[in-house]
């Protein structure tokens, strides 16, 4: 059974509304400090969208960050909500929307259990952490 494409809305980031969700699921995935994301997410190479259910601002189900200028996938995630997020192409979908195509091999800058299982599963994610200390400097 092949399950349909979820619905969503998408919003870029806004620091108000969404940090601190992007930030409790940052800090329980990621091995880096939240401030190494929270700097990137102020540089103006950084797009970072948020999807929320349609209709309802408040309701996250996800979100990816990109550089554009590298090009470079940051970081994504969507949210487990008892399998009914994971694997319809959320976090995907957003990655495209934000620009960068993962059909095509992709720089990672950071990595995670995710992002090893989505390269075992036939995404082209190469991690390349000093592409990112390198825009950085």
Not at 108 to 134: D, H, V
Request: include cysteine.
């Amino acid at each position: 059974m092949t399950r349909s494409p979820i619905r969503f809305e998408a919003a870029l980031y806004d620091r108000d509304k969404h940090e601190v969700f992007i930030k409790s699921s940052w800090v329980r995935g990621a091995r880096e400090a939240w401030e190494v994301l929270a700097s990137r997410l102020r540089r103006p190479e950084t797009r970072c969208l948020v999807a929320h259910i349609p209709g309802d601002p408040d309701s996250f189900l996800g979100w990816c960050a990109v550089d554009i200028k590298a090009p470079a996938l940051i970081w994504m995630y969507s949210r487990h909500l008892q399998g009914t997020v994971r694997r319809r192409g959320l976090a995907t979908s957003l990655v495209l929307m934000a620009g960068l195509d993962l059909a095509q091999p992709t720089n990672c800058l950071f990595w995670s259990p995710a992002a090893e299982a989505m390269a075992r599963n036939g995404y082209r994610l190469i991690y390349t952490p000093s592409l990112g200390r390198k825009a950085a400097a």
